[in-house]
């Protein structure tokens, strides 16, 4: 970064990833010095050995290539000498120093003795919001050439340019965070952290104004906020319903399709007649709209017009935060291209997902001895200078807790008298969103704030993007536990607190403020109160219901359902347990309040320890609170959901204890729609790409409240050519999914098609028990060892985004994925090739919730079967078959293992609801292998 330092920007492939085994097979160095490559080397080595094919495949280098190339030893004293002097760069820089380190130990040379820097852990701090950091994902986000990625001159020049781009970057930055990272107990591969100190260093010595674009409150710097322009509405804009209006409208930016056409223009015609009633739940319009046809910009564009002309706003509601994002983001970009008046769209998010200024200010104070949440630090700080929504969805962040973000996102204590006040960007999104047309959130928001969503006066209108898993999202977003256990162990934490002679001490606080012995008994009485409190509830449960019906020795866990009438009785009988918590609760808050109050006032007296102390006090105090919410919440479920609430009681046995959880919420949503969310808005949009179960189905009508008759329904046709893109196979003679040996015979299934076929695969799961049975089977089989092929398996390799993402990018890929991987997924192309469904995705039995479920439907005179379990399986079975084929080009093959799909009555129902065109063929298993391969083999007729 200083003019006259060189940087040796080295890259190194090897045969293998130790050096004890490993040798290298190609050295580059690209040479940086004042931000330009000065120079380059590269040459081939001899490793004397054979190249594994893995290592063939990825870089492109065979033992051919190398055979004439110069042995390590040859050369190792002219790469020694280059080096020497100079500060050593990897990409990675602990596998490539210690690497070239041995092989020049083995030659008998001294190690290298330089300072040593890594650009991973560098553009992860630089550029927090990036998609990835391998050195291909980084050229491709800063537009970087990288001709040859895995070869190591390619990729030694690659990161040499990178580097230039991360100095820059860092000049770029504000000296007050240059000085914040420099402050920062990071803990960074080799001397890493050098580089901030440099860049200070630099910015000291040039004194640079602030950028105009930022500001610094209390020694942070973030990007300025202003208050959007209000917006311009042009409410004499037609809507282009013929051909050529919107052929004209598009120009080069959309192409015209025919079917979504048609959606956008009976959305325009339903909302411009005058039949729409006004009662919840009917003249809703509704279409089921396949993958590929552009149901997005279908639905959005029509309602941009309607918005602009009645001055509605239009809320759109998605299943996902990422589905969220791509439709803000679609509005904000597309639709603000094309169309002749002003659009725009904000994302609503809760809380949690906001960076709050003051906690996150207080937290750069703390070392909490984790080199990872300093590294996170380091990563805000510099986020901070490029967010204006301070939205943690932005940030790709690496190892981040949950606990540790929720503490960053967690209103700080006395925020009025913080100098952060007016600044949180929590509120952020409430200022754009008045100057929006399009206010995009996630099914879990509506359900939670359809009533602050809606309007009186001007209802605005309301799309239900992917309705089928709205019911979903509302019953896990009612339901709610009462750990009871622990609750109480967080009642003697606060109690402990409060006595412990260890500084920094809520004791040594109290002491130093008004009225704080005071404060200290009143805190002290209301928790031992509820110390003696809750175990009677606890203990009165357990009387009441599970005394007589103990679990099987076997079982850990046992579940029971709560008759909703005798759980009723027990809050009466319990009324005065439940009143003196409710007392201890809300005298705990309030003397809780005086603290904070009191302390606030004590300007200057507190040190930093004790500030932190007093947090980490208030959000204990406020967790058993919460807890104690739970209470009323229970018994206000009884009172506002008789009918539609469900009640259980779980009892987990360990070590002669046993501990009771409390559980409820809302069973159904038999008229919760009809209630709590259709009032507030215009009749509803209801679209998706899998809505329906059957075609006289009325699960869809009953599950979201919609009157069938008062609806207008369009189904449109599958786009792609299922015939000539698409082979679905259904193996007849598979054991039975519940037979002892399925596993074992899946994973043997598993290892002889993947190794045949060497395409990336996607293996759907309906329980992670299985999918880690038979990912041990697969992971111990020794052809599929011998293959180039990996397994990944969801919660035992990574997580779903983590493996999404590597199939994004990576070839030979074996996924094992359970419930989050049957919808939400794209995988086009080459990304995913062959799909495998384990087993049909039938609800778990015999579980308290399934079980009521079919008691109420029961109840009705229907069959429980039919009227919720087969079509819940068919919706999941078209979402699982729908990850498959994402474009008009794609094409890949689905296997299903669960014979009943040939052999059960119920069968032709979940055979017909799939894509009309898609070729169905039953084989034995011992004929999938060939299949598969003349399908691959010919795919390319279609294309």
């Given at each position: 970064m200083l003019n006259k330092d060189i940087y040796a920007v080295v890259d190194l492939e090897t045969t293998r990833t130790t050096s004890e085994s490993g040798r290298i097979i190609q050295i580059a160095i690209a040479f940086v010095q004042n931000n330009k490559i000065i120079n380059q080397f590269s040459t081939l080595i001899n490793p004397h050995e054979s190249i594994p094919r893995n290592v063939v495949q990825l870089t492109g280098i065979d033992s051919e290539m190398v055979m004439g190339a110069p042995a390590f030893e040859d050369v190792a004293e002219s790469i020694h000498t280059m080096l020497s002097g100079t500060i050593f760069v990897a990409h990675n820089v602990n596998f490539d120093l210690p690497f070239l380190n041995a092989e020049f130990q083995r030659v008998g040379m001294p190690a290298l003795d330089v300072i040593a820097i890594d650009t991973v852990t560098l553009s992860q701090?630089?550029?927090?919001?990036?998609?990835?950091?391998?050195?291909?994902?980084?050229?491709?986000?800063?537009?970087?050439?990288?001709?040859?990625?895995?070869?190591?001159?390619?990729?030694?020049?690659?990161?040499?340019?990178?580097?230039?781009?991360?100095?820059?970057r860092l000049e770029k930055l504000p000296m007050v965070t240059l000085q914040s990272?420099?402050?920062?107990?990071?803990?960074?591969?080799?001397?890493?952290?050098?580089?901030f100190e440099k860049a200070l260093f630099k910015a000291k010595t040039l004194r640079e104004p602030l950028p105009k674009q930022l500001q610094v409150i209390d020694g942070l710097a973030i990007r300025r906020f202003s208050n959007p322009e209000p917006l311009v509405s042009k409410s004499n804009m037609?809507?282009?319903?013929?051909?050529?209006?919107?052929?004209?409208?598009y120009g080069k930016k959309l192409v015209y399709r025919e079917q979504q056409?048609?959606?956008?223009?009976?959305?325009?015609?339903?909302?411009?007649?005058?039949?729409?009633?006004?009662?919840?739940?009917?003249?809703?319009?509704?279409?089921?709209?396949?993958?590929?046809?552009?149901?997005?910009?279908?639905?959005?564009?029509?309602?941009?017009?309607?918005?602009?002309?009645?001055?509605?706003?239009?809320?759109?509601?998605?299943?996902?935060?990422?589905?969220?994002?791509?439709?803000?983001?679609?509005?904000?970009?597309?639709?603000?291209?094309?169309?002749?008046?002003e659009v725009r769209a904000v994302s609503l998010k809760g809380r949690r997902q906001y960076l709050n200024l003051q906690s996150f200010k207080r937290s750069l104070q703390i070392d909490e001895g984790t080199t990872s949440l300093q590294f996170i630090k380091a990563q805000i700080l510099v986020w901070l200078t490029e967010t204006v929504r301070?939205?943690?969805?932005?940030?790709?962040?690496?190892?981040?807790?949950?606990?540790?973000?929720?503490?960053?996102?967690?209103?700080?204590?006395?925020?009025?008298?913080?100098?952060?006040?007016?600044?949180?960007?929590?509120?952020?999104?409430?200022?754009?969103?008045?100057?929006?047309?399009?206010?995009?959130?996630?099914?879990?928001?509506?359900?939670?704030?359809?009533?602050?969503?809606?309007?009186s006066q001007n209802k605005p209108y309301l799309v239900i993007d992917e309705a089928q898993n709205l019911p979903g999202a509302v019953l896990n977003q009612s339901r709610h536990q009462l750990p009871i256990q622990t609750w109480l162990a967080?009642?003697?934490?606060a109690i402990n607190l409060i006595l412990q002679d260890a500084k920094p001490a809520i004791g040594d606080i109290l002491r130093h403020i008004i009225g704080g012995e005071q404060l200290k008994n009143r805190l002290l009485r209301s928790l031992e109160t509820l110390s003696a409190e809750i175990p009677q509830i606890q203990v009165s449960l357990y009387r009441r219901f599970l005394l007589n019906k103990k679990a099987p020795a076997t079982q850990s866990s046992y579940e029971i359902a709560l008759s909703n009438n005798d759980f009723a009785q027990f809050w009466v009988d319990q009324a005065n347990h439940v009143k003196s918590i409710h007392k201890a609760v809300f005298n705990l808050e309030d003397s809780l309040q005086s603290l904070l109050t009191q302390f606030s006032d004590?300007?200057?007296v507190f040190s930093l320890g004790e500030r932190q102390q007093l947090a980490d006090f208030r959000r204990l105090l406020d967790n058993i609170s919460q807890y104690e919410k739970q209470l009323t919440t229970f018994q206000q479920d009884l009172v506002d959901f008789p009918d539609a609430s469900i009640f259980w009681i779980t009892e987990t046995q360990s070590h002669d204890s046993s501990n009771l959880k409390l559980s409820g919420g809302l069973l159904h949503t038999l008229n919760y729609f009809e209630e709590q969310v259709y009032p507030h808005f215009m009749s509803p949009t209801i679209i998706g790409a899998t809505l329906f179960t059957s075609t006289k189905s009325g699960y869809l009508y009953d599950r979201l409240n919609l009157d069938k008759e008062t609806a207008t329904v369009r189904h449109y046709p599958d786009i792609f050519d299922f015939k000539n893109q698409a082979d679905l196979i259904m193996v007849k003679n598979a054991p039975l999914p519940t037979s002892k040996d399925f596993s074992n015979y899946l994973a043997r299934q598993l290892v002889d098609i993947t190794t045949s076929v060497n395409q990336n695969t996607l293996v759907l799961f309906n329980s992670l028990d299985t999918i880690q049975q038979v990912y041990t089977q697969i992971q111990s089989n020794q052809k599929f060892q011998r293959s180039s092929l990996t397994l990944l398996a969801q919660g035992i390799?990574?997580?779903?985004?983590?493996i999404k993402k590597r199939m994004q990018s990576e070839d030979g890929l074996v996924v094992l994925g359970a419930a989050s991987f049957w919808e939400g997924i794209d995988l086009p192309g080459d990304q995913l090739r062959l799909l495998v469904i384990a087993r049909l995705p039938f609800d778990r039995p015999n579980t308290v919730l399934q079980k009521a479920e079919e008691a109420v439907i029961s109840s009705e005179g229907k069959h429980p079967f039919y009227q919720s379990t087969l079509p819940k399986a068919v919706l999941r079975l078209r979402q699982g078959i729908g990850r498959l084929i994402r474009t008009p080009t794609d094409y890949g093959a689905v296997i299903i293992y669960d014979a009943r799909i040939l052999t059960k009555s119920y069968g032709k129902t979940l055979r017909k609801m799939l894509p009309s065109n898609l070729p169905q063929k039953e084989l034995k298993d011992s004929e999938i292998v060939q299949e598969l391969k003349d399908f691959f083999d010919t795919h390319h007729k279609y294309l």
């Open positions: 701090i630089v550029w927090p919001t990036a998609p990835g950091f391998r050195l291909v994902d980084l050229t491709s986000y800063l537009s970087l050439t990288h001709g040859r990625p895995h070869q190591a001159d390619s990729d030694a020049l690659a990161t040499g340019t990178l580097l230039v781009e991360i100095f820059t990272l420099a402050d920062l107990p990071l803990v960074l591969p080799q001397n890493t952290k050098i580089v037609a809507y282009p319903a013929k051909r050529a209006a919107k052929q004209q409208l056409a048609k959606l956008m223009n009976a959305i325009n015609k339903h909302y411009t007649s005058d039949s729409l009633s006004e009662n919840p739940g009917e003249s809703a319009f509704i279409a089921e709209a396949p993958t590929g046809m552009g149901k997005t910009i279908g639905f959005l564009l029509p309602f941009a017009y309607l918005a602009n002309q009645t001055q509605k706003k239009v809320i759109v509601t998605e299943p996902t935060i990422t589905l969220q994002t791509q439709v803000t983001e679609t509005v904000n970009s597309t639709l603000h291209d094309i169309l002749p008046f301070g939205d943690f969805d932005e940030l790709h962040l690496m190892n981040a807790q949950d606990k540790f973000i929720a503490k960053l996102s967690q209103n700080a204590n006395n925020p009025t008298g913080s100098p952060f006040y007016g600044y949180e960007f929590f509120e952020r999104q409430y200022v754009l969103a008045e100057n929006a047309q399009f206010l995009i959130v996630n099914h879990n928001y509506l359900a939670e704030y359809a009533n602050e969503l809606g309007t967080r009642v003697q934490t004590a300007k200057g390799t990574g997580t779903r985004d983590k």
